[in-house]
């Protein structure tokens, strides 16, 4: 066992939770990206031509709309800019549904095997074949999340009539659904459990510590989301910058390949940074999975009790 190991299978309050998530994003967060981007570089070409297609549309479109285009007839230019931006958008619409699903799928799996070596340096090797071996429970599971996520949505709008009140509840409702998905979901492949018993089991730990689940992961949201937008910071003031550059001199940026070059960058960055934030987040439920599940069967404790009797 490394020195710097921090231990998961622990019972945890709330701020124990946040704090160690902190502790093992600093620890972990080179080792990961690694891995990230050994999965997901055929994928992130993906984005940057998802990125072209849409900003290809979107400048056409304005240029169109400013007439930088000219006087001619537009509408065959119009009409190849709209399909650009649905095929720049059904691309993104599929690599989006793909990587949510194998990085939900790597950051468990990295978690797990953290665990289960006790270190974090983590072979990806062993991430991937983890994540190969529950392949078909995993597309279950992403199938059976259809009609929760409709029977949730039904419920927000239910909520919605209601003033203020229903603003809290739908908050709520969606960070009890986040803590729960996540926990089954970590649940499935740390045990190798059926979807429906890991859903079974997550709704048991989580609606058994419900304000810490929903707590932790409204507080986690937050401060990732703020984590993240501090990420977008150099790009977007790059992108200001330039745009600004362009307004102030009349630039065709229609006709510009620094124009399409720079904004398919920073839409691609922007892509790229929200995928990885889906594996921050899925961290957060992580170790409130092993909080829960100690909390409630304290199995690590019991193991420390019988080393200690046996060393005696």
Known sequence: MKDNYIPLRVNRDFGG????????????????????????GIFLIGLLIASYLLVSGFIGLIAQEFDFIGDTDTSGFAQDYYLYLGIGGFIFFIIFICVAILN???????????????????????????VKGQFGNIVLFVLLLIPIYLVVLIAAIILAIIPLLGLFAQYILQFFLTAWVGVSFFDMLQNKKSVTDALGEGWRLVTGS????????????????????LALIVPGIIIGVYTFHVIENNVD??????STIVYTLGTCFILIIAVYGQCLSQFVNGILYYALHEKTYNENARASIEQIGQNH
């Open 253 to 258: 940026y229609s006709q510009s390949i620094v």
């Open 210 to 229: 419900f304000w810490k689940s929903v707590g932790v992961n409204f507080i986690m949201g937050l401060l990732l989301g703020i984590l993240l937008l």
């Open 104 to 130: 939900y799928s790597l950051s468990s799996g990295y978690m797990i095997k953290y665990e289960e070596h006790k270190s974090n340096n983590v072979n990806k090797n062993e991430v991937w074949q983890l």
């Open 17 to 40: 939770i946040i704090s160690v998530y902190f502790d093992f994003f600093k620890q972990n967060i080179k080792n990961f990206t690694n891995v990230f981007i050994s999965y997901n």
